[in-house]
């Protein structure tokens, strides 16, 4: 696969279409399946208000994973992403009923670089609060 969008009709500022991801306790299960990672935050209420969260939390990497995808779904090519890197600065916070969460995630070039690449800074929120920080990419455009 090849990146669907050319380099020359990129410019500093071009926003990528915003996405949102629901998130339940459905989802952080069949998470914690694929990735082997079990750890009692993500699916245990009692475990997490024990350790002092406000209630069981989506996986960190699930939720770099999500956020990635405002990228992923832009370029149409996953493997376009050159370097992704995000620090986490606060926790998906999933409740236990219906509705879960919803990470809001928005894109925009922050730079043009050499050999094709762009720089592209993602933030990514729930419940007004900004989840991931320095989120960043570098993406090899067509």
Not at 103 to 114: H, N, P, Q, R
Not at 117 to 139: E, P
């Amino acid at each position: 696969m090849t990146a669907k969008i050319a380099y020359g009709d990129v410019e500093v500022g071009t926003e990528l279409p915003a996405q949102t991801f629901p998130v339940t306790r459905a989802t952080l299960v069949q998470y914690a399946g694929a990735s082997g990672d079990f750890n009692p935050i993500h699916w245990n209420e009692k475990f997490a208000k024990e350790v002092g969260l406000p209630d069981v939390i989506a996986h960190g990497m699930f939720t770099m994973a999500e956020a990635i995808r405002v990228v992923t779904d832009w370029t149409g090519d996953p493997g376009a992403v050159v370097e992704y890197g995000v620090r986490f600065t606060k926790p998906v916070v999933v409740p236990n009923d219906d509705e879960g969460a919803v990470i809001e995630v928005s894109g925009k070039v922050a730079a043009k670089l050499d050999e094709k690449t762009v720089r592209v800074d993602l933030t990514a929120m729930c419940n007004g609060q900004k989840v991931l920080g320095m989120s960043r990419a570098v993406v090899r455009l067509a």
